[in-house]
Every structure is written in C-alpha cells, then in structure tokens.
C-alpha cells in the first residue's frame, strides 16, 4: 500500500541518494517502487536508495539499491552519506566519535572529520589484476567492495565514457557479475581526475567513492602515482580522499556528505 514516506535526498560529492530511516523496519519497497524514486524528472532523482535498518552488530545496517531498483553490492559514498544522515536522526558514534556500521555482511566504521565531511574506513581490497586486455585496450581490476575496471587515459574530458564504459561493463566473458567502469587521468604524483561509468546506475555518475577508492589504489601499485593519500577529483569538481597503508589493507575514504533536502514521499 502507498503511504508516505519521509526521506532525506543527500550529495556525496554529487553522487546523490535518496535515505530513508527503516530502524522499525515498515518500510517495503518492491525494486520497481525504488526504480521509480530514483527516476529523474518522474521521480525524485537519486543514484541509489539506501535504507537505515537495525543491525545486531552495529549502530545500523545500511541498505543500499541502485537505481536500477536492485540491490547492489558497497556504496563508498553512500556508505558516508548513511553516517551523515544517521547522525542527523539522532544516531550517537561511540565515545572516540566512530560510528560503526554494518553493510552486505561486512563491518564498517566512519568519523565526522569535518563540516559536511565523512571518513569512512573501506574494506580490505580483493581480486587485484593489473592487467586485463580487453582486446586493444587494456584494463586494471580491482573489488574496494564493488568492482571496479580501472583505465588510464590522456585527456579525460575527450572520453566517451558512456560508450565506452557502457561496452566494458557488460563484458560479462571477463567481469561474470558485470562490473563499474572507471577513466583516470594522472594530474600530479598524489592527484589523479576520475570518470565514472556505474553498474546499477547504468550511466556516468557525478561521483563514485569505491570507484575513487580502486583508482587511487590502483594508481600506486601500478606506478602511476607515488603518494599514500591520493587526491581525487571527480566528474562534479568535488575532491575525494583516499588514504591507505602500504600494504593497502587499511583504506579510508574522505569526503562531502551534504543533506540536499528532506521530505516525504508517497511510495510502496
Ligand atoms: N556509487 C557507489 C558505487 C555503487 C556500486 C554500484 N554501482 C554497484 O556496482 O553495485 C560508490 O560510491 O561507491
């Protein structure tokens, strides 16, 4: 039955989500409600629709769709989103100021770190390849939580990032669960500009944290870069951090987490 929902809409670094508190678990939303919501014009408009949902474990548990209705595998910037709008309907961190958070089964913890500014510890990286030929072109994989396809180009601006993201996302032969496609251009040792193409989203995105997380990770280990915080500026003109042991065990994402506006939405 429709009823009316209260949301906040919230931009992480212009990549946006549509949050709603589920911490008394009404709220049902069948994958074509959520498609709706998310569609722009018609809908409200967002990347993806996370939920807030009780957790055994942590503070909360984030649920996260992307727009495509579905849900989808972590969301680096929604993941900071959900911090921010957590504490903003009155979820406490611990006394060290963490909050903790659970999301496809795996722990995480995130910081305030400054105004409308989110840090948010990302998990251990897997399924590293450094080279993948993808017949002419060659790519670098890597899974921050969400897969990423990772290719340097020169003058990313020219890119047809749609195209050309579009095609390699459904290389389904290499990447079985189809996978985010990421453009990088290399601006200075500890800066590179990223592009993104987003599964689920099924287009180019003004942002993407694990998107920004793989580019930055990949970008050291294969020599494109030589720092262990990595500045990333994404399609919005916003900057992302990315900081990481040497090892690469430990990563944190940095970030805007901004709530757009709230309101309430018949839906279900
Ligand atoms: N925008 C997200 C990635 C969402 C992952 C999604 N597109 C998928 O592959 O399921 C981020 O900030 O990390």
Redesign the pocket.
Same mark, same amino acid.
């Given at each position: 039955m429709r009823r009316e929902i209260p949301f906040s809409k919230l931009s992480?670094a212009g990549?946006d989500f549509i949050i709603m508190d589920n911490r008394d678990r009404s709220i049902t939303l069948e994958a074509s409600a959520i498609r709706a919501l998310c569609t722009r014009r018609t809908g409200i408009g967002a990347?993806?629709l996370i939920l807030i949902e009780p957790s055994e474990t942590a503070s909360f548990s984030m649920l996260y769709h992307?727009a495509d209705g579905l849900p =989808?595998?972590?969301?680096?910037?929604?993941g900071r989103c959900a911090v921010w709008f957590a504490r903003s309907i009155g979820v406490q961190p611990d006394a060290g100021g963490c909050f903790r958070f659970e999301a496809n089964g795996d722990p995480y913890q995130a910081w305030v770190s400054g105004p409308e500014t989110v840090r948010l510890r990302m998990r251990e990286p897997r399924g590293i390849r450094d080279e993948i030929d993808l017949g002419g072109q060659y790519c670098a994989f890597i899974d921050t939580g969400?897969?990423h396809a990772v290719i340097r180009t020169e003058g990313l601006d020219a890119v047809d990032v749609v195209g050309e993201g579009r095609a390699i996302r459904h290389r389904t032969d290499i990447f079985p669960g189809g996978t985010?496609v990421n453009f990088i251009e290399v601006t200075a040792t500890d800066s590179i500009d990223l592009r993104t193409f987003?599964? =689920?989203?099924e287009d180019e995105?003004l942002?993407?944290?694990?998107?920004a997380v793989a580019a930055a990770l990949l970008s050291r280990r294969l020599g494109m870069t030589s720092a262990d915080s990595i500045r990333v500026r994404v399609k919005s003109g916003d900057m992302l951090n990315v900081t990481f042991s040497e090892d690469m065990r430990e990563v944190y994402l940095t970030g805007p987490a901004v709530i757009v506006y709230t309101g309430v939405v018949k839906a279900g």
């Open positions: 992480g990549n990347d993806g992307n =989808g595998t972590m969301c680096g910037n929604g969400s897969p985010n987003e599964r =689920g989203v995105t942002a993407c944290g694990t998107g």
